[in-house]
């Protein structure tokens, strides 16, 4: 079955570049997503890629996917403290409603 | 426009009661499904919900769990005679078909403890 797997704690301090990383096991992934959830509420949509893509910038993030490696990454630039949240990474494939999570990221951002 | 709403947000029950959780997903939205998050996990896919197609009940951890949806609208997720187990927080999302992209957009969960 599907599997996706994330490290559990990110530390950076404020300024710095920041990048979750994320692998998946399912061949068929055609789209990839992050979500972040920050304390006390629901997952919030980031960003998303296409699995015929390798790369998609949206203003300070980052995602890279090499598909061969089945390794989603996120990177946020100049990281601020409300960048403290959980990144969870998330797939799915053509035709399957329901999205695979991963246990999520926990992200710190020091001062 | 509102987002997704779920409640209640916090429920607290003794073991063995029955509850019920509400989702009201954004209007115009065909698709609603439901998730579980327990402490320290990723999601864990329960149900979803498409227009007026059987619902895809493969993520149901057992037959005490239950979920309608409405007039294509409002879910309620129901679960029969708790467990300590069942203790987690709750999401529903809902989406909209943007070509072959499926955006989840989801609530802020009800968060059930089993007492």
């Known amino acids: 079955g599907e599997d996706v797997e994330q490290s559990l704690f990110l530390s950076v301090r404020e300024g710095d570049s920041s990048v979750i990383n994320c692998t998946y096991t399912?061949?068929?992934?055609?789209?990839l997503y992050w979500y972040k959830q920050e304390p006390g509420a629901g997952l919030q949509l980031l960003t998303y890629i296409f699995s015929n893509m390798d790369m998609k910038q949206d203003q300070r993030l980052t995602v890279l996917l090499n598909k061969k490696d089945k390794h989603l990454s996120l990177r946020i630039a100049d990281t601020q403290t409300g960048d403290s949240a959980i990144y969870f990474c998330?797939?799915?494939?053509?035709?399957?409603?329901?999205?695979?999570f991963g246990s999520g990221t926990r992200l710190q951002v020091q001062p | 426009g509102a987002g997704v709403s779920q409640s209640p947000s916090n429920k607290v029950t003794e073991k063995g009661k029955d509850v019920e959780l509400r989702c009201d997903p954004i209007?115009?939205?065909?698709?609603l499904y439901w998730y579980r998050q327990s402490l320290g996990q990723g999601l864990e896919f329960l149900i979803y919900f498409q227009g007026n197609s059987a619902p895809d009940k493969s993520g149901l951890p057992s037959d005490r769990f239950s979920a309608e949806r409405t007039g294509g609208s409002v879910s309620t997720l129901t679960i029969q005679r708790t467990q300590q187990e069942d203790s987690a927080v709750y999401l529903c999302?809902?989406?909209?078909?943007?070509?072959?992209?499926?955006?989840?957009?989801f609530g802020p969960g009800t968060r059930l403890t089993v007492t």
């Open positions: 399912d061949s068929s992934s055609t789209y």
């Open positions: 209007s115009g939205h065909t698709a």
């Open positions: 998330a797939e799915t494939y053509t035709g399957r409603r329901a999205l695979t």
């Open positions: 999302a809902s989406s909209f078909r943007a070509g072959g992209r499926v955006e989840q957009y």
